[in-house]
């Protein structure tokens, strides 16, 4: 059974907010898009729960955390992504609950954007993959990111971004996006940004060394072909990337 064609991406928006739990998340998951964006002039930036400190077997965390995120701001900058903020929690082991939500709701309403993204959620990444178990960390962040949207413009939860960190509550989110759902019910035409996000996930050398043997520029070619030719029957034919937009 053909599945249905998937729609654009709103584009009447001028600020984003990704929220991802560790560097390469978004390389991974919707550089080309962010790419695009960019271009058009719009803000978007970036906000990563962890450091991806426990991501690469053969370095210590305190060596891995500062090299990670040096990779992840030069990768940002390759889509035109200056603003990159972290969080100070583990990865690895980084709960759902009210300090993560609290955490997301104070940069959606320091950064005040009407499009949030995060990665998926659910606890595969579906039948593309094998039905693939997610991580915690990713289940964790996304799901926080779904929640905190709606926090961030409640002045009664977390009064104290308020009382103690001045930030007013910010209820212009208008959608969220889903990179790598498995449901994508929208996409960006991926061309014009394709050979960056080459590029940016190329930025995380030192983690793709040690995830594969494979030379990093040819796998992160492959890579990034693979998943904008994923959907293009769903959408005219046009390299894209997919996403599952929740409206609010």
Not at 10 to 33: F, I, K, M
Not at 47 to 63: K, N, W, Y
């Amino acid at each position: 059974m053909s599945q249905p064609q998937l729609e654009a991406m709103p584009d009447d928006w001028t600020r984003a907010l990704a929220v991802v739990a560790h560097p390469d998340d978004l390389e991974y998951g919707c550089a080309a898009a962010v790419a695009c964006w960019t271009d058009d002039g719009k803000e978007v930036a970036y906000l990563l729960a962890s450091r991806g400190e426990a991501g690469i077997d053969t370095m210590a965390p305190a060596e891995c955390a500062p090299l990670r995120e040096r990779e992840q701001r030069a990768s940002a900058a390759v889509v035109g992504v200056s603003a990159v903020d972290f969080l100070e929690h583990r990865d690895g082991v980084i709960e759902y609950g009210t300090a993560l939500r609290r955490d997301i709701a104070a940069a959606v309403r320091r950064h005040r954007p009407e499009l949030v993204i995060t990665l998926n959620h659910r606890d595969t990444w579906g039948p593309a993959t094998g039905g693939a178990w997610n991580t915690p960390d990713h289940r964790a962040v996304g799901r926080a990111t779904l929640d905190a949207a709606g926090d961030a413009g409640n002045r009664w939860i977390f009064p104290e971004l308020l009382t103690e960190q001045g930030l007013e509550p910010w209820s212009g989110v208008r959608w969220v996006a889903i990179a790598g759902s498995a449901t994508p019910t929208h996409a960006v035409a991926a061309d014009a940004g394709l050979e960056r996000a080459v590029r940016s996930l190329l930025e995380h050398r030192s983690y793709i060394e040690a995830l594969t043997d494979e030379d990093p520029e040819g796998y992160c070619r492959s890579f990034q072909n693979g998943a904008v030719q994923a959907l293009a029957d769903r959408f005219g034919g046009r390299a894209a990337v997919g996403f599952e937009l929740f409206g609010r």
